[in-house]
T-cell receptor, first 113, second 116 residues
């Protein structure tokens, strides 16, 4: 089964607006992570939320996790043109191999100046 | 944190040839991971490179097509053999953090491969 399905697939907003991306998964997890990728290059880790956490903040980022619904959301507040990138969620499955993450298909965020 | 140097950053190769990608980490790490990202798609784990033993391949990936070397704790190579246009992808190496199981990954900048 496919883990980490993000929606929407693409999101276009104006600078200053908030951007919300969602991620759903199917199996039990140890943690869920969000990554950012600029122009098809390497991924950069943004934030990690563990299965016993419900919300986490980092700067302009807010992540929520609902394990009963097997879903997570990433909120970017006061977006900037530099936030334009693809955003991926990744799950570390409970009982799985250490470090083995399963990535979703990503949301392409475009922030228009 | 870990700083990863991956090269080449991009290459254009002919069908039937091979490409070897190098990944150098600035600290010793137990496991290194190789991912493939096909155009417009997500990342798929190819294999885990273990120092001192053979790599562990994921379903759908075989050693003959994707041989991996891991001569020490800071370096690994991935070779994509007998190239076909379907191998055109971004290939990424990554390492785990040292904070324990299932911690975040650090990625190299990727190798964009185009096969003609």
């Amino acid at each position: 089964s496919q883990q980490g399905e993000e929606d929407p697939q693409a999101l276009s907003i104006q600078e200053g607006e908030n951007a919300t991306m969602n991620c759903s998964y199917k199996t039990s997890i140890n943690n869920l992570q969000w990554y950012r990728q600029n122009s098809g290059r390497g991924l950069v880790h943004l934030i990690l939320i563990r299965s016993n956490e419900r919300e986490k903040h980092s700067g302009r980022l807010r992540v929520t996790l609902d394990t009963s619904k097997k879903s997570s959301s990433l909120l970017i507040t006061a977006s900037r043109a530099a936030d334009t990138a693809s955003y991926f969620c990744a799950t570390a499955n409970s009982g799985g191999s250490n470090y083995k993450l399963t990535f979703g298909k990503g949301t392409l965020l475009t922030v228009n100046p | 944190s870990a700083v990863i140097s991956q090269k080449p950053s991009r290459d254009i190769c002919q069908r039937g040839t091979s490409l070897t990608i190098q990944c150098q980490v600035d600290s010793q790490v137990t496991m290194m991971f190789w991912y493939r990202q096909q155009p417009g798609q997500s990342l798929t784990l190819i294999a885990t490179a273990n120092q001192g033993s053979e790599a562990t391949y994921e379903s759908g990936f075989v050693i003959d097509k994707f041989p991996i070397s891991r001569p020490n704790l800071t370096f690994s190579t991935l070779t994509v053999s007998n190239l076909s246009p379907e191998d055109s992808s971004i290939y990424l190496c990554s390492v785990g953090g040292q904070g324990g199981i299932n911690e975040k990954l650090f990625f190299g900048s990727g190798t964009q491969l185009s096969v003609l």
